[in-house]
């Protein structure tokens, strides 16, 4: 499944770009949906800078049909992104954290536009119900367009977050 999202934030794409590259971890705390963000690890390589980080979702959104099987240890995923300065994008690619239920992978980009940026993502969305602990397989194929549907909805959102974070964020400093 594809998954596309398109912002324009009033700030020029450099410092979109350096924001969202450094300050993700603040930024958790504005966005929905989101309890955190862990950097694990980070390798500085100009002008590509990596990241590895672990978010926490927030169950607030899961659907009725697939509660019963969704734990928070679900909602997690795993994120290594390769941020290059140069061109002002990112290749990333996520992973649930456990069970290898979704991934998904894709790049941002941050461009110049008038008044601003344009913060854009691209990315393929995978999902393997029959990976969900404790459900049978016989109701995993039952599943997975419902759990397909929940986390397109949960990670499209979080994607554009991202970018409304940045524009509070840069709101708020002086």
């Known amino acids: 499944m594809k998954i596309e999202a398109v912002e324009h934030l009033t700030y020029p794409a450099e410092l979109v770009f350096e924001t969202v590259r450094d300050k993700t971890p603040e930024l958790a705390s504005i966005m929905p949906n989101i309890e955190g963000v862990e950097v694990l690890s980070r390798e500085e390589k100009p002008p590509v800078v990596h990241v590895y980080a672990r978010w926490q979702g927030s169950s607030g959104d899961v659907p009725r049909v697939i509660r019963p099987f969704v734990k928070k240890e679900l909602l997690a995923w795993m994120d290594r992104a390769?941020?290059?300065?140069?061109?002002?994008?990112?290749?990333?690619?996520?992973?649930?954290?456990?069970?290898?239920?979704?991934?998904?992978?894709?790049?941002?980009?941050?461009?110049?536009?008038?008044?601003?940026?344009?913060?854009?993502?691209?990315?393929?969305?995978?999902?393997?119900?029959?990976?969900?602990?404790?459900v049978p397989r016989f109701l995993a194929r039952k599943l997975k367009d419902p759990l397909e549907r929940f986390i397109a909805n949960a990670i499209r959102p979080n994607l554009t977050s991202i970018a409304k974070a940045v524009q509070e964020y840069l709101d708020q400093r002086p």
């Open 82 to 134: 390769a941020w290059d300065a140069e061109q002002r994008t990112c290749e990333w690619a996520i992973e649930a954290a456990v069970g290898q239920v979704f991934s998904c992978e894709g790049h941002t980009t941050i461009a110049d536009a008038e008044g601003g940026a344009v913060f854009t993502i691209k990315g393929e969305l995978r999902v393997d119900p029959n990976k969900v602990p404790g």
